[in-house]
């Protein structure tokens, strides 16, 4: 279903319209160069004549605002931005309050919008400001990272991190449209690029064999930032459109997405959701084990297991947790924190286990003696 037949009139031909069906709440996911210039039309086309209220970060702010400022027309006011500290800390308790009041202040009311342009920080955030001021106005996603514009922007997770984990507070709100100006990218950080990308082989480890066989081979054309990376964000949006269509609310397939993510949150945790360790670059590390204890299970091949790992290697992502930079967690620790992932069930985590590339499943039965084991010999970089 398309969510906006008229979207394409203010599309240049080289831009991609990805909808995620979700009935009357479905959306595009508009991908193409350029397109921040264009957002105001594209807002206008897709929500009516709306007031419109920014939330970014600093750093997006400096290199991008102007432009976004300049896309916002008569029909899409600017009502206030709001330009938050970059990095996870901001995900917070203390950072949502002081936001919401100053969008109450801004003037947002039920009908208008907020924008959140920035990375995944600034679309957890302000989405879930979005969903709870005024029991929920409009949200647009701009996403300015790799890692949001194939993963965070879509599927409308929202929320903030506690003490007790990465993630643990927050709602599902779908954004009205999502804005994916593949520009942007051009002068994103190596490290922040290679971190989103590890989000791009996720889609096909889960499940696309052929995507990954692609990547194998496109990978240094997407690194070079040449065309392959329009396709490899389009059909990463594709994929993770489809499966939030068929379960929204993650009772069952959507978890798959979630591969890497048991292992990688708790050493997001361990590490302080610090610039030590990029969420990308945790799921890397929490892929390849995944892959390995697979392995050692007898679920998978070590063949795949040991192409998966190659390929991380190869983009210059982390696949050891020996390799996060500082101390190393001890096997109980990362227990311990994996026991608070949001997969949680009677004390004991959902996996994501693989029975090869493209073959991820959901193991909520692993037996957590032996993962324990297996983590104190990850742990001891054997
Ligand atoms: N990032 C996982 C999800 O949106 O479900």
Redesign the pocket.
Known sequence: MDANPGMQDVLSADAHIVTLGLGTRSYDIVIGGGLLAQSGALISKRLGAVKCAIVTDENVAEAHLDTLLGALDANCPHAGTISLKPGETTKSFSELAPLCERLLAAGIERGDVVIAFGGGVVGDIAGFAASILRRGVSLVQIPTSLLAQV??S????TGINTAQGKNLVGTFHQPRLVITDTDLLASLPERQFRAGYA?IVKYGLLGDIEFFNWLEKSRAAIFERGPELARAIETSCRA?AA??AEDER?SGR??L??LG?TFGHALEGFAGYSGRLLHGEAISIGMALAFEYSNEAGLCGGQDAGRAIAHFRAAGLPVEISQIPGDTPSPGALMDLMAQDKKVSGGVPAFILVRGIGEAFIESGVDMENMQRFLARKCSGK
Do not use: Q
């Open positions: 993963d965070s879509v599927g409308g997770k989000e993770k499966i939030v993650e959507r978890a997405l979630n993510h």
